[in-house]
């Protein structure tokens, strides 16, 4: 456990050195930790809206006036097929993603029966976000062949009333510890630009690493029309570089996957997101927004001399 003289150094490595000096230390701790690999996925949205919860930056929220679109989960061939087409792209994952505090029974089994199909094809390992989930729904799952159940945090324990008060922080906490109980391998993590301090980004850090979690999704609020944070300022993509650094710094062999609003925050930046000690990233599209192809990721990470795994 790290002592509160040890977080604030390093909170102070993170925010005040030189920004060029910093991501040179994070680089070479991704390097130390993965080489020269960038693992990738992607994911589907295969359940869009009517999400019961109010998270203040979620176009899928009934409480919100985004005006997304909204459609049942996708049948069982839909989902294998999109599988089956990030397996050809070179995805090492493929993550079934539903928006909704949950999913039904029949739609568990309908997930489970493509988690099936695929995971003994050997093409792809098969992730999923569906929400919140019992120790038997996930160790239905498992059985099934999932590989990664993903289950954000978002943000501190401390600020997360801030964004949502339909579901507590614990009950988000708790989901990630049945998956890690399952036995499954978790892929939790954050969005950041909420309004959250620096404190509060190190105190989830600190948190995922004492939970296990072996991949942290990191995200970056791209403001969606209709929500409470529409007009919400964006980050500077510096900032971001220097959150994923700060992750780096206190997760050094832990996977961290940059994820949404990588092309809106990100820009031209987005090759030193590397340098700032990420070792994955979510290529394609993602839920409600456009992401970059797989054949545009593929190019950068090559052009960096970085393998593409």
């Known amino acids: 456990m790290r002592t509160e003289d040890d977080l604030d150094g390093i909170l102070k490595i993170a925010t005040k ?25 992607m994911i589907v949205n295969a359940k869009s809206g009517l999400c019961s919860h109010n998270c203040a930056f979620c176009s899928q929220s009934v409480h919100h006036n985004s005006q997304v679109t909204t459609y049942p989960l996708f049948e069982t061939q839909k989902l294998v097929a999109d599988a089956e087409a990030a397996a050809n792209c070179g995805a090492m994952h493929f ?10 029974q029949q739609e568990l089994a309908q997930i489970a029966e493509a988690v099936s199909i695929v995971s003994q094809s050997g093409s792809i390992k ?13 160790a239905m799952l498992k ?8 289950h954000n945090l978002e943000t501190s324990e401390t600020f997360y009333p801030t964004i949502c008060n339909t579901q507590s922080w614990q009950e988000r906490y708790e989901t990630v510890r049945r998956a890690i ?18 404190e509060d980004r190190a105190n989830l850090a600190i948190c995922l690493k004492g939970l296990g979690v072996t991949s942290v999704p990191l995200n ?11 007009n919400h300022k964006p980050l500077p993509a510096e900032e971001a570089l220097r959150i994923i650094a700060l992750f780096r710094l206190l997760m050094p062999e832990t996977s961290l996957r940059i994820c949404g609003g990588r092309p809106k ?43 593409w795994v």
């Open 17 to 41: 050195r030189p920004f060029d000096e910093l991501l040179q230390v994070t680089g070479k701790l991704r390097e130390q930790a993965f080489g020269t690999a960038i693992e990738t996925c």
């Open 95 to 104: 993550g079934i993603v539903t928006g909704g505090a949950t999913v039904s």
């Open 126 to 138: 098969m992730c999923a976000s569906l929400g919140k989930l019992d120790h038997d729904s996930l």
């Open 143 to 150: 059985k099934a062949g999932l590989t990664r159940y993903h």
């Open 181 to 198: 109980d399952a036995k499954l391998e978790v892929c939790s993590g954050a969005l950041f630009g909420l309004g959250e301090s620096w």
């Open 220 to 230: 970056f609020l791209h403001a969606h029309p209709g929500t409470p944070l529409a």
């Open 265 to 307: 925050i990100l820009a031209e930046q987005q090759v030193r997101m590397f340098d700032a000690g990420a070792n994955a990233l979510m290529t394609g599209h993602y839920l409600t927004t456009h992401g970059i192809t797989p054949d545009s990721d593929r190019q950068m990470i090559e052009q960096l001399n970085l393998v």
